[in-house]
């Protein structure tokens, strides 16, 4: 079929139960293809060898895809849906892909999801090949989320992607694994702006106004504590020559006294719009300042040699591990700190959930439920216990930063001292 469907006859046929908003917009400028199948058979029976899939599971899954390539419309749907999906992450797309359902499918709709993802693989790594990137970068990659989801459909018939955002990034071939970390293109979205002094190098960040903190700088609400009676708002004043707003310090908190910088002195170095890589952390050894920084020098190296169109500010991520916080309960030679100590660290509406969840087990994990075998597990819950609550941060480290990671880059001995002094400062 290569004549063009109109969207709306498309998505009123198939039925689906959710689609990312302003696909749409994307579907208008879709070139359809003439391909008869959705999945090369040969690929297919690859992966069935490989992992040693029983006969019934393959005979399941032919029999769902060829569900989809002998439905005209949604056979056709789903060819854009790849398309899209291909080059959405490198787009940094701010669609939403998560698990599809098309009603239309009444047989094996339960298996749409996986197979979407599955026929991600070979017009991604088609995409690779031709940028010229070797092999080793991305072969292995689909592969990390294909064996555990073809181990659940033969061990229990569970055929539901359990993380389809985040299995997305290597169905196509989008996320590259350079030495210890993961990287993917993200838009940096954060409500502040970066800049560096033209004479001194040193970097600042400055909060957009309107934002409510507490004074311990961190969101009001956050873990749904309030501040009411110490709690302040950002503010933002600009002219032609100078930038008055409140500084976030790098030690993860926004400060209630503003700044003000002299607009020609400093550059803009960091903005919302701009284009970073994600910074994901697997688990395993290696967490320390000297992988980090040779992880992300690597990364610009590889981004600058296959994906020139992108222009590259520097690095982002957020996790429970920059939670500064951790500083305290730590001993200072530990990895955490030590890696913490070298990000621009800022505060996000995040709350205690996500370290909960890695340090105890459960997101709303209670530690006086849990039996504490760690030092880690039993200094947070001594924390936690005080009444005091951990936060996941967000982090930052520019491009022309990336080789000064292990000599800390932007925080300084003044900035450990106020943290020191403000944290937990809304509980008195």
Known sequence: MNQKLEYKACIDYCKFDQLPKGIEEKYATYEPDNSEILIHREFLYGIWNQYNIPEDKRELLLSALEEIEKDSVLFYFTKFLVDDMCSARNRCDEDFYTNLTPGCMKKHGDLYSFLLLLSCVVPSIKQMEKRGIPKEYYEKIPHQPLKNQLEKLVKSNDTKVSDFPWDMNFYTCSIFLLDRFFF??????????????????????????????????????????????????????????FITANRINPMGFVEKETTTINKSEWDTVLEKGDTVLAFHIPSGPGYTPERVRNSMELAIEFYQKYFPELTIKGFWSESWLYDTRLSLILNESSNIVQVQRQFYNYPIFEGDSMLRYETFGDWKADPDSILLKTSLQKAAAEYIKSGRRFNTLSMVVLKEDANKVGSMPYITNEDMRQFKEIVDSHLQ
């Open 184 to 241: 993917i293109p993200y838009r940096f979205e954060d409500n502040f702006t970066m800049f560096r002094n033209k004479i001194s190098q040193r970097v600042i960040a400055l909060r957009h106004a309107g934002e409510e903190f507490r004074r311990d700088g961190q969101r009001d609400g956050i873990n749904d504590v309030f501040d009411k009676k110490g709690k302040f708002a950002t503010i933002w004043d600009e002219n032609e020559d």
